[in-house]
């Protein structure tokens, strides 16, 4: 039961996606709105672009008499109030803070830091003022609302999310407003940063290193700035929370305080399609990805593009942190023993990791329209080889000669001309990288594991470095339509406090692989089959590689009822992170932090 009579929940991808946190609060917010009703407001940052799509604004005499108060008396300080209600599920009431003039007062607001809290933002750039000033505005507007009706004197829960809108609550703190204060970290900043620099982060956290050794190595690695804020975030908040048991362990060691109540992401699973539906879905999707394949692969030698197995991988470009090398690794331990094996099968495996690209490589581009090309002709004559074939039966004769001779010649010139590469090897990459393609991490994994697309390689790669859309002229669909169509997503992840990745591709009926060190891989361990968990805490390199690729082995030899069952299971098992029951955590962090801050004022 919600005890609160109003709810904020600040973050700056309120109506912005830039990240996870985007996901995860839109697809709670129906949610919050069942508990909370009106009484549940976003607040976020106002990026012009996206509140045009995201925001359905009220003008100044269509606001709440309260809203249209406060921001009046924001807007002399520079900060400007848009007020509406967010084009998702539940449509919350939401207020985003234009802070560009507020900008003016950044000096003070970082000189205000250091004095009260001791944040070193000395040397800090735009990626921490811009961020802190907006968090800032979000705790004076919360500040000015909670001062008078309806929210004078009633049970009032603000929930930050990230360093990123820390400001806000540490404002409020400062101000000791009438407020009870819950904050989220998704990820440490430290902690990241670590991970991705290449340090042993686990090695430390099990050493039981000193927090406070955190902060020296926040200055060495140059976020001590935003690893000051969060780290005052969690100590001030009158409840501390994360999103799983992994980065909760990590909030102990760098930050100092242990998480009060833990907050996994969800998704609202009734958006996702039935088994029966993802079935059909499946199969219309997987024309499109197999006519591709086709293209970039067929005119190179021959392939049945009607027995293969399809893994995945997508993601940001983060080789140690998403597990890149690792899959790529796994792949051609797959290759070797599936060649030793003499394996009828083979295997495509999709590298979806968006990089720098000047556009679509002319010879894949070439390879699609010839593909087309013949399709177009077959589809052309379809209609007279029915009329032939029909002719003939109806006069009591066996169908014979229905391609006519021109059909014919055209269809020589057209296999002559889409087998002539025949002999040479398909690209490692669709796209031209605006960088030397052999500089590239990932095509310098691939070609150490000698997954080069040869014929004779069992396991064939693309490197898809482009976010997947419709317009997309390649496979001409977007993320979800296309991944349904693979067999496995693989997201052996060393740095991942949640993921949603696995989650999203379970809920899309196929198998998911994740690991130990993701925090949903611990949520969901040992609950079932088709979302595997890979352990990678504390195991050798070696037998991590070994233990992935017989699990992806695992896969190319199961029969088609065996992958129909693991998919079936997935998709049950992905239903323990539905919204509908996960939220009563962030119910239980409000209810709380109300608790919590009734004792401080006793």
């Known amino acids: 039961m919600a005890n609160a009579d109003f709810v904020f929940e600040v973050s ?14 839109s697809s709670k917010a129906a949610q919050m709105v069942d508990r909370y009703a009106k009484n549940y407001h976003t607040i976020g940052f106002y990026n012009q672009a996206s509140a045009k799509i995201e925001l359905d604004e009220m003008q100044d005499g269509d606001m709440p008499e309260h809203i249209l108060s406060a921001a009046k008396k924001l807007e002399p300080r520079g900060i400007k109030v ?3 209600r967010w084009l998702i599920a539940g449509r919350p009431n939401t207020i985003l803070l234009d802070t560009r003039e507020f900008m003016r007062d950044s000096d003070r607001i970082k000189t205000d830091l250091w004095n009260n809290h001791h944040i070193d933002s000395l040397r800090s750039d735009m990626g921490f003022t811009e ?9 004076m507007l919360i500040e000015e609302l909670v001062k008078a009706p309806p929210f004078r004197g009633a049970k009032v829960v603000a929930h930050f999310h990230e360093w990123i809108a820390g400001g806000g609550l540490l404002h409020l703190f400062d101000r000791q ?24 982060l686990y090695h430390l956290m099990n050493e039981r290193m000193d927090y406070n050794m955190s902060i020296d190595l926040a200055r060495r690695y140059g976020v001590i700035d935003k690893h000051g804020v969060e780290m005052e975030c969690a100590k001030s908040a009158d409840v501390f929370t994360t999103v799983s048991e992994i980065t909760g362990r990590e909030s102990e060691f760098l930050l100092g305080r242990s998480p009060d109540v833990l907050l996994p992401n969800g998704l609202d699973m009734e958006k996702y399609p039935e088994m029966d539906e993802l079935t059909i879905l499946r199969r219309k999707y997987r024309l499109r990805t197999r006519e591709f394949l086709t293209s970039y692969f067929c005119r190179y030698y021959q392939m049945d593009m009607f027995n293969f197995r399809s893994f995945y991988i997508s993601g940001r470009y983060e080789m140690f942190n998403k ?50 090309e013949m399709e177009e002709h077959v589809d052309e004559i379809l209609p007279d080889i029915r009329e032939k074939i ?3 039966m109806t006069h009591g004769e066996m169908p014979k000669e229905v391609i006519s001779e021109e059909a014919l010649r055209t269809f020589k010139k057209l296999i002559a001309h889409f087998t002539e590469k025949r002999g040479s090897t398909p690209p490692l990459t669709a796209f031209e990288l605006t960088y030397p393609e052999d500089d590239d991490l990932i095509i310098k994994a691939l070609k150490k594991n000698s997954l080069l697309n ?12 482009a976010y997947l859309s419709a317009a997309d002229r390649f496979i001409a669909m977007d993320y979800n339509q296309a991944t349904m169509t693979f067999d496995v997503g693989v997201f052996p992840s060393y740095y991942e406090p949640w993921g949603y990745t696995p989650l999203e591709t379970a809920a899309l009926g196929s198998i998911a692989i994740t690991t130990d060190l993701a925090g949903f891989g611990r949520f969901i361990d040992g609950k079932g089959l088709g979302i595997y968990v890979l352990k ?29 069952d693991y998919r079936m299971s997935a998709k049950k098992m992905s239903l323990e992170a539905d919204w509908k029951s996960l939220v009563e955590n962030y119910i239980t962090a409000h209810n709380m932090a109300l608790e919590r801050k009734a004792a401080r004022k006793t």
Not at 131 to 139: I, L, R
Not at 183 to 193: P, V
Not at 454 to 465: A, G, I, L, T
């Open 390 to 392: 029909m002719n003939s």
């Open 12 to 25: 700056n991808e309120v109506c912005n996606k830039v990240g996870g946190i985007y996901t995860v609060i």
């Open 131 to 139: 961020p802190v000033v907006w968090a800032t505005a979000a705790g």
């Open 454 to 465: 040869r014929e004779e390689d069992k396991v064939k790669v693309v490197f898809y470095p």
């Open 177 to 200: 407003a009438d407020v009870a204060t819950v904050f989220t970290t998704h990820a440490t900043m430290l902690g990241r940063t670590l991970a991705g620099s290449g340090v042993d």
């Open 82 to 84: 848009h007020y509406g």
């Open 536 to 564: 990678r805490e504390n195991k050798e390199w070696s037998r991590m590689v070994e233990d992935l690729s017989e699990k992806l082995l695992m896969v190319v030899n199961a029969s088609k009822r065996e992958l129909m």
């Open 323 to 372: 597990g890149i090398d690792l899959f790529i690794d796994s792949l051609g331990a797959l290759n070797e023993k599936m060649k030793k094996a003499k394996n009828p099968k083979n295997v495509i495996a999709f590298i979806f990791v968006p990089a720098s690209t000047r556009g679509e490589k002319i010879d894949v581009l070439k390879n699609k329209a010839l593909y087309e």
